[in-house]
C-alpha cells in the first residue's frame, strides 16, 4: 500500500468541509466535562464511600449486638441494659485545653482515668456480682463498640456534608483517609470473638514473654491491675512487671515503676511490646531499640520517661512487628513463637547491659487478655 496519497482526513470522517456531527461528538464531552466534571467525580467517588460507610454501620450494629448478647447470657443483669448500654455508646470525653502547655499530661490523666473509674462502674452496675474478669472484658467490649459508633458518625457527618455541599476537594481527603480506616474498623470487629473468649491477642505478646518469665515466683499486686515479681538471673535482681491476667487489661507499668522506684534502685528497663509493621515487613519479626516503648495517648510513656531520666535508667525495648489487625485479634502462630526468642534476647541484653549485682526491671507491655502470670 502506498501511504503517500493515503487519505486520511477521508478514514476520520474529515473533509475540506466540517462535519458537524464529528464536531458535536468531540466537543460536547469536554463542554459537560469543564462544567460537570467535578460533580460526575463527586458522584463516583461518593458511590465508593458509600458502601463503606454501609459496611461501618452494619460493624457498629454487630458489636452492639455482640455486647448485649454477651451481658444478657453471661452476667444475668436484673434489668433490660439496653438503655444502659446505649446511653453510654453516646458518651464522649473532652480533652483538656491545651493552650498552656504546662501540666498537660496531668490533665489528659485525670480525664482518661476518670473515663475509665465511670466505665467500670457502669459495667458493675449492671450485675454487682461481676468478677474483675468479666468486668474488664466487658469494659473492652464496650470501648469497641463505642469506638467504632464514633468513627461510623464522623465518616458519615464528613460524607453527608460533602455531599450536601456538592463540595468534591472536601471529599477527596475522605477517599483517601478511608481504606486506613476501614482496616481499623475491621480490625475492631474481627477482634470481639477474642475478647469475648479471654484468648490472647497479638498486643499481648509482651505480657505474654514476661508472664512465662513470672512462673513459679511470688506475685503482688504493685499498682492497679498491675503484677510484680522479683527473681535472680546470673548475679542480678530481676524484676518483672505486667498487667495482671488473664483479665482483658493493660493495667498501669507507670505507676508501678513509679512505686517500685521509691523502694529499689534499678539500672536498667527493658519494655517488650507489639509494634506495627510496615507495609512489606514480615509479621512477627523482632527488632531492638531504645526508648519506652509503649502505645496509648502518651500519658504513661511521658511517666516512664520522666522517672528514667530523673533517675538515669536507660530504657532498653524489644518489640514484636505486627499488622493493625494481629494485634488485637486472636494472636497467630507465628507471634506466639516468636516468645521464646524474645526471653532469650531478653537475657542478652540483660548481660550486655548490666554487670552483676546490679537491678533490672523488665516490662510486659500490651493487653494481657488470655495470659496468665
Known amino acids: 500500500m502506498n501511504f503517500t496519497n493515503f487519505d486520511f482526513d477521508q478514514l476520520f470522517g474529515m473533509s475540506d468541509d ?9 466537543i460536547i464531552p469536554i463542554i459537560i466535562f469543564v462544567f460537570y466534571g467535578q460533580r460526575i467525580q463527586l458522584y463516583i467517588t461518593s458511590g465508593e464511600i458509600k458502601k463503606g460507610i454501609k459496611k461501618l454501620d452494619s460493624f457498629r450494629d454487630e458489636s452492639r449486638t455482640e455486647l448485649l448478647d454477651y451481658v444478657k447470657k453471661n452476667l444475668n443483669p436484673k434489668n433490660n441494659p439496653t438503655e444502659k448500654i446505649d446511653r453510654f455508646l453516646e458518651y464522649f470525653t473532652i480533652m483538656p485545653v491545651d493552650m498552656d502547655p504546662n501540666g498537660i499530661v496531668d490533665k489528659v490523666r485525670h480525664t482518661v482515668r476518670s473515663r475509665e473509674d465511670y466505665t467500670r462502674e457502669h459495667v458493675r452496675s449492671l450485675s454487682p456480682e461481676i468478677n474483675e474478669i468479666e468486668l474488664n472484658k466487658v469494659q473492652t467490649l464496650l470501648e469497641i463498640a463505642s469506638s467504632l ?37 475491621e480490625a475492631m470487629k474481627e477482634a470481639i470473638p477474642a475478647f469475648k473468649t479471654s484468648q490472647p491477642v497479638g498486643d499481648g505478646i509482651g505480657p505474654m514473654v514476661v508472664g512465662k518469665m513470672m512462673l513459679n515466683h511470688p506475685k503482688e499486686t504493685i499498682s492497679f491491675q498491675t503484677s510484680l515479681a522479683q527473681t535472680e538471673f546470673e548475679e542480678r535482681k530481676l524484676f518483672l512487671l505486667k ?20 523502694k529499689n534502685n534499678l539500672d536498667a528497663i527493658i519494655m517488650i511490646d507489639a509494634a506495627l509493621k510496615m507495609e512489606g515487613e514480615d509479621s512477627a519479626t523482632i527488632a531492638q ?16 520517661e520522666e522517672i528514667a531520666t530523673s533517675s538515669k535508667i536507660p530504657v532498653f525495648s524489644i518489640v514484636v512487628k505486627q499488622s493493625v489487625k494481629e494485634a488485637i485479634t486472636l494472636m497467630t502462630k507465628e507471634i506466639s513463637d516468636q516468645a521464646e526468642v524474645v526471653t532469650e534476647q531478653v537475657y542478652d541484653m540483660i548481660r550486655d547491659n548490666t554487670k552483676p549485682g546490679q537491678s533490672v526491671l523488665v516490662i510486659g507491655v500490651g ?3 488470655g495470659v496468665p502470670q
Not at 458518625?153 to 464528613?158: A, L
Not at 531499640?289 to 502518651?298: C, D, E, S, Y
Open 18 to 26: 466540517t462535519n458537524p456531527i464529528m464536531m458535536l461528538i468531540w
Open 149 to 185: 459508633q464514633m468513627i461510623y458518625k464522623i465518616i458519615n457527618h464528613m460524607y453527608l456534608t460533602a455531599k450536601k455541599q456538592n463540595n468534591y476537594p472536601l471529599i477527596l481527603p475522605l477517599q483517601m483517609l478511608l481504606p486506613f480506616i476501614m482496616e481499623q474498623a
Open 243 to 262: 498487667a495482671e491476667g488473664p483479665g482483658s487489661t493493660v493495667g498501669r507499668p507507670a505507676d508501678g515503676l513509679e512505686n517500685l522506684i521509691s
Open 289 to 304: 531499640g531504645f526508648g519506652a516503648a509503649i502505645g496509648g495517648i502518651g500519658t504513661e510513656k511521658f511517666q516512664i
Open 367 to 369: 493487653n494481657t487478655v
